[in-house]
């Protein structure tokens, strides 16, 4: 099996260590893994912040980037919601705007094909444990945009639990929003702050070594009040923890 | 142009339709697919479930037949000297002497009732899956005011037969045209701290009485809402 | 809307304040965590909520398309029964209507039930500047209306208040308005509502006026819905001897069959509960005309525009109006949870007030610019909404319309408005991101770039950035990007 991978923006420019992780996790699980160049941004800020119109250059880009890939995998929840849910709906506004059909034809062809990451590991290749070793106690908070926006589920949560050596704690309050909500954390810079507060209390309050999400925007937010806090928990996004094995724990 | 012309002339360019319009009809388009009912019961099965949900709710629940009812209302008017009642209960009065009965007219001020220390109805009919009682205003049942503005309310509910499951079941058998209040244990509130507290404006005391005795309406036609 | 609302600051000032309160903090969270557990039992009980849900949106979504015939059969319903119907534009026009409506009777107060609408309207302002009192009779609206304070929940407006507070204000303003608080007056809740009782009774006993809302209106009947938990809904709704509604256009259901969903899925949204204490259903004057007593002898309904119509000539933002009322979006939402409804500078706080403020009022104002952008787009809110609004879809649909501009229709009229002040640089540094984006080589350059200043970043940023590094690291840069390791290691991508 074939996919190409879209890293994100986000990932490509300040997480390679988690793109890197995905390619070495899929490899190892028998898929083959392609990069297309001409990926950049899904636009998901530009598009949640109210500039649609800007968006949609790099609509019409990513649907191009991936033409003739069965699967697009992305370790990002809201980067695939942003595709499957945001992307028919810029298409229908533009028809609608009377600027022809080549938006909302770009978004019916790719959201389809766009899977997260672990979507994409328990329903297309049916497995949950991917074979990583990892002892560490880990808690786990999962993303709005999976867990509302794809109906993740339990997705992530098994993929964790089959992880050898991993201790999987619960999160309380887990399904409540970490305060991140892309330019919200810069618009509404206390509510964010005191929403992610909250989230790393709890989080420290269950006493595991590792945060992790299925999102590095997230854990950006979490993992900056977390160091400014000098808390000792770290952040480490799922797929790093999938990837990890004895022979080569994550970087 | 009138107010109205006005709304009514924004909505149809709203909506992109023109005032003559023939749409489909009201339920063309409604997915009504959801439960008539949450379970199958027996009728003893839906009364049990009505306590269940009234006593929930705090209201307090008696069952009885007609034998025992006069009794029952006597130990429930144990502190009452006056009672009202509606224009016609359906139902015998306990004969204790220091009780004295008013019976609804429309003379009756509020603070008339104010005085009033228990009122006794019937009512129209009762849902088990939300433990409400409906009165309709019916002559078991009185003005609206009556059940409300004295502090101890006893209604009588003849068991099994005004018992429905639930509230599609319910509706089809009330006339809206009628004034209809539903209720589902004492007055209460959450405005404080969303912590629910019984007991604010309508009656603090709900005595629910399940009579074990049968309904006096005639059969009614087959449920509309039955299917 | 009332005019103070609209002075109000931006939502991110308003909420700042809010955060910083620590008794107003711990008052929502335990109120709001409260009840929201209680309405994920109460709902879980109906396995057949998903189809209700699809069901009340539907029948909502088709009273809203027809709404024209719909609430010409409910002027005559309500007519043939007795009451008289007025249209009001907005919300001058409505204030105007009841006025002379409670002038026309000679009474000079009214006691009220609590309203959605009639706050909007700011009814309460109007009738005060003619010379007319009017009493809140709802609890928590009794506790707003003694402490000159603003509402900041839909269903509980005095959400803010702990018992303690509640006390002290009751014994310090109930005096001025009528029977004063017992002087023990202690702040177990029994007795606060106890104190309520007593201070509500005489004015309800003495009332010849009411003004109320309604919460549905059945256009084939004519029959109006009230739901509520105290009695003083009842007390309002049958002994005065003159009822005035105040009712959104958007209030109206085709049929009383279409009760048998909302019965079901109001309680249990709102105040988590199988069905609220009681509900009133009236039609008109009733079987007697009035004749027999039993409620008013005279019944007026205002019908209530005030931006509803310009809101149903959106087509994203149209879905606002199957609201309900439930405030189960508030509830649930971590943002309303820590900013408090008054942050939200409109009678309609949380979720659904931050698509339901701008498109009622536009977005000219700071307040109403910058209520779309008062979410994380999380979603709570959407999946706990008994009519299935899709408030983040709206949320971003209205942040383009401030970002933007675009088409909007504003008192019946189509208009191209501009975009909101103070998206300037916004925008432009949008554009600059964009067209980098589109150019994966100058993005590559750019992450370079960087990497290569990455000892360099600083902790704290100048200017924009600022909003960030107050409380937060910034995420430290890595030495090589995605694209430049692919590169390295598995050669040029394709």
């Not at chain 2, 409906?134 to 068991?159: A, E, F, K, N, Y």
């Not at chain 3, 509502?193 to 003004?211: I, S, T």
């Amino acid at each position: 099996m074939r996919v190409a991978l879209f890293v994100t923006c986000v990932n490509d420019a300040l997480y390679p260590q988690t793109g890197i992780a995905v390619v070495r996790l899929l490899e190892r699980l028998g898929v083959a893994v392609d990069f297309p160049a001409a990926q950049s941004c899904c636009g998901q800020p530009l598009y949640n912040t109210g500039y649609r119109h800007e968006t949609e250059p790099l609509l019409l880009r990513t649907a191009a980037a991936f033409a003739g890939h069965a699967y697009v995998v992305t370790p990002s929840g809201s980067c695939a919601a942003m595709i499957r849910e945001h992307y028919p709906r810029i298409g229908r506004k533009a028809e609608r705007e009377g600027r022809g059909t080549d938006l909302a034809d770009a978004a019916t062809s790719l959201a389809p094909r766009v899977y997260e990451l672990t979507e994409f590991l328990v329903d297309v290749l049916g497995v949950t444990d991917v074979g990583a070793y990892f002892p560490h106690t880990v808690t786990y908070h999962p993303s709005c945009h999976g867990l509302r926006g794809l109906g993740l589920g339990d997705r992530p949560r098994r993929l964790l639990a089959a992880v050898k050596g991993l201790d999987l704690v619960e999160l309380s309050g887990a399904q409540e929003c970490c305060g991140f909500g892309g330019t919200f954390a810069v618009k509404n810079p206390d509510v964010s702050a005191a929403m992610g507060t909250d989230k790393i209390a709890s989080a420290a309050g269950t006493g595991a070594e590792v945060l992790c999400a299925a999102d590095n925007s997230c854990l950006a937010h979490l993992g900056g009040l977390l160091r400014r806090a000098d808390s000792p928990l770290r952040t480490l996004h799922l797929a790093e923890i999938l990837a990890s094995t004895e022979e080569e724990p994550p970087t | 142009m009138t107010s109205k012309d006005r709304i009514l002339a924004r909505i149809r360019r709203a909506v992109q339709q023109p005032a003559a319009q023939t749409g489909p009809g009201p339920d063309a388009d409604i997915p009504r697919d959801y439960l008539r009912v949450h379970a199958t019961r027996t009728p003893q099965e839906r009364v049990d479930l009505l306590a269940a949900h009234l006593a929930e709710y705090r209201a307090r629940v008696h069952r009885t037949d007609e034998d025992g009812l006069r009794d029952l209302l006597g130990r429930l008017l144990a502190d009452a000297a006056t009672v009202q009642l509606p224009p016609d209960l359906g139902f015998g009065l306990p004969s204790d002497p220091s009780l004295t009965f008013v019976t609804d007219h429309a003379a009756q001020t509020p603070r008339d009732l104010d005085r009033v220390d228990a009122v006794v109805t019937g009512c129209a009919l009762a849902i088990a899956e939300t433990g409400t009682i409906v009165l309709d205003g019916g002559p078991s049942q009185g003005r609206r005011r009556i059940t409300l503005v004295p502090d101890h309310h006893i209604c009588l509910v003849r068991v099994p037969g005004q018992v429905v499951d639930s509230v599609p079941e319910a509706l089809p058998l009330l006339d809206p045209g009628r004034p209809l209040t539903w209720i589902s244990g004492p007055s209460a509130t959450s405005d404080i701290e969303l912590e629910r507290v019984e007991g604010v404006h309508g009656p603090r005391t709900l005595d629910v009485v399940l009579v074990a005795a049968p309904d006096p309406r005639p059969d009614p036609d087959p449920r509309p809402g039955t299917q | 809307m009332t005019r103070t609302d609209l002075g109000m600051p931006a939502f991110p000032e308003a909420a700042r304040e809010a955060v910083r309160d620590g008794v107003l903090r711990a008052n929502l969270r335990h109120a709001t965590h409260t009840i929201r557990d209680k309405r994920a039992r109460a709902v879980a009980e109906l396995a057949d909520w998903d189809r209700l849900r699809a069901a009340g949106k539907a029948v909502k979504d088709h009273t809203l398309r027809h709404l024209d015939r719909h609430l010409l059969r409910l002027e005559a319903a309500v007519t043939a029964a007795g009451g008289t119907v007025h249209w009001a534009v907005d919300a001058d026009e409505a204030n105007r209507i009841v006025t002379e409506l409670v002038r026309a009777t000679g009474e000079r107060e009214v006691v009220k039930v609590k309203s959605m609408a009639t706050q909007e309207i700011g009814l309460n302002e109007a009738l005060e500047a003619a010379g007319i009192a009017a009493y809140e009779t709802d609890l928590a609206e009794l506790i707003v209306q003694l402490g000159r304070d603003r509402p900041s929940h839909i269903l509980v407006p005095a959400i803010h208040r702990n018992r303690a507070e509640i006390r002290d204000i009751f014994r310090a303003e109930m005096g001025r308005w009528g029977r004063p608080a017992p002087d023990a007056l202690g702040d177990d809740p029994r007795e606060l509502a106890e104190a309520a009782r007593l201070h509500l009774r005489e004015k309800f006993l003495r009332a010849k006026v009411a003004v109320s809302g309604a919460n549905f209106m059945v256009a084939e009947t004519g029959t109006m819905v009230v739901l509520e938990s105290e009695g003083n809904g009842r007390m309002c709704l049958t002994l005065p001897e003159t009822l005035i509604s105040v009712v959104g256009i958007e209030k109206v259901v085709p049929t009383f069959r279409d009760l048998e969903i909302f019965l079901q899925t109001l309680p249990r949204s709102s105040t988590a509960e199988r069905m609220n204490p009681y509900t009133t259903m009236w039609t008109g004057l009733g079987p007697s005309r009035g004749a027999d007593g039993d409620g008013p002898s005279a019944f007026h309904l205002v019908l209530l525009d005030n931006g509803r119509t310009d809101t149903l000539a959106d087509e994203t933002g149209r879905q606002a109006l199957r609201c309900i009322r439930c405030s189960a979006c508030l509830n649930v939402c971590p943002v309303y949870e820590r900013a408090g409804g008054h942050a939200y500078g409109s009678v309609y706080p949380g979720p659904i007030g931050a698509v339901l403020s701008p498109q009622l009022r536009g977005t000219g104002s700071a307040i109403d610019a910058s209520l779309p952008y008062a979410s994380t787009l999380c979603g709570a809110c959407y999946d706990v909404c008994p009519v299935a609004i899709d408030i983040p879809e709206i949320l971003v649909h209205l942040r383009e319309r401030v970002a933007q501009g675009g088409p909007v229709t504003r008192h019946g009229i189509r208009v191209r408005i501009r975009p909101a002040h103070g998206h300037t640089a916004e925008r432009a540094a949008v554009r600059a991101a964009r067209l980098l984006l589109d150019r994966p080589g100058a993005l590559r350059a750019g992450e370079r770039l960087l990497a290569r200043a990455r000892r360099l970043t600083p902790r704290r940023l100048p200017g924009p950035g600022r909003a960030w590094t107050d409380t937060r690291e910034l995420p430290s840069v890595p030495a090589e990007s995605f694209r430049d390791w692919w590169t390295r290691e598995r050669g040029t991508p394709q």
